[in-house]
């Protein structure tokens, strides 16, 4: 199993930043995706960023130069700075793990972490 603990939420104004972050512990692997979801209620969860071990990064559309994600290996840490925050990115975010090797590809999710944006 692997274990995932985000931190970093809350409440900012419209245009103002967040940084998110999630260690991951357990049976990390070698190779593994890491990365940010978002749900809203009665939603489904989307894509916000991922990135691979080689810093290999994928955005969501609605993300695409406001936020950045990065990861330290060493530490088995995922960062997403968010910027230039609007009220529609207010989501719950959560962290995810994919893992490679020893088995097929297998998905781990933290438990959330709120993000609101309002004024």
């Known amino acids: 199993q692997v274990q995932l603990a985000e931190s970093g939420g809350g409440l900012v104004q419209p245009g103002g930043s967040l940084r998110l972050s999630c260690v991951a512990s357990?049976?990390?692997?070698?190779?593994?995706?890491m990365g940010w979801y978002r749900q809203a209620p009665g939603k489904e969860r989307e894509l916000v960023a991922i990135?691979?071990?080689?810093?290999?990064?994928e955005y969501g559309d609605s993300v695409k130069g406001r936020f950045t994600i990065s990861r330290d290996n060493a530490k088995s840490t995922v960062y997403l700075q968010m910027n230039n925050l609007k009220p529609e990115d207010t989501d719950v975010y959560f962290c995810?793990?994919?893992?490679?090797?020893?088995?097929?590809?297998?998905?781990?999710w933290g438990k959330g972490t709120l993000v609101t944006v309002s004024s």
């Open positions: 990135i691979n071990n080689g810093g290999i990064t």
């Open positions: 357990g049976r990390i692997a070698s190779i593994s995706t």
């Open positions: 995810y793990y994919k893992r490679y090797g020893g088995g097929p590809p297998t998905d781990y």
